[in-house]
């Protein structure tokens, strides 16, 4: 539970602080396109820092369960590929690191379900 806490807090204020160091130093030394991709994996690395919040929250309401601690490592999985690929990709223009990042889309993915099966089954 307060793993994952940790890590979403840490998660949410890395997303702060790359989203600043894009607007105020990347712009203007990136195309648009990449700015843009820099945009996207700080928003969906913020929206998953929050899930993982989330996931702490409830594993503190349902101890134990193996569906939400999964989808809480999947949803750090996924900020690392998703967001960690689109980051480098941006910096590098490595076209190459765009195939990692569907594998931390699917990560987030699954992470949600998990979250609804562990919705229905303990709350």
């Known amino acids: 539970m307060?793993?994952?806490?940790?890590?979403?807090?840490?998660?949410?204020?890395?997303?702060?602080a790359l989203g600043a160091f894009g607007a105020h130093i990347l712009e203007g030394k990136l195309e648009p396109k990449y700015l843009d991709t820099w945009g996207k994996a700080v928003t969906y690395q913020m929206l998953h820092a929050v899930g993982l919040l989330i996931v702490g929250l409830l594993l503190g309401k349902v101890h134990s369960s193996s569906l939400l601690s999964w989808s809480g490592w999947l949803m750090f999985v996924g900020i690392v590929l998703f967001s960690g690929?689109?980051?480098?990709?941006?910096?590098?223009?490595?076209?190459?690191?765009?195939?990692?990042?569907?594998?931390?889309?699917?990560?987030?993915?699954?992470?949600?379900?998990?979250?609804v099966i562990a919705a229905v089954k303990f709350l």
């Open 2 to 16: 307060k793993l994952f806490v940790i890590l979403g807090a840490i998660m949410a204020a890395l997303s702060v």
């Open 85 to 115: 690929s689109l980051y480098v990709l941006s910096i590098t223009k490595i076209s190459m690191l765009g195939a990692i990042t569907p594998l931390g889309g699917v990560s987030f993915i699954i992470a949600w379900v998990l979250i």
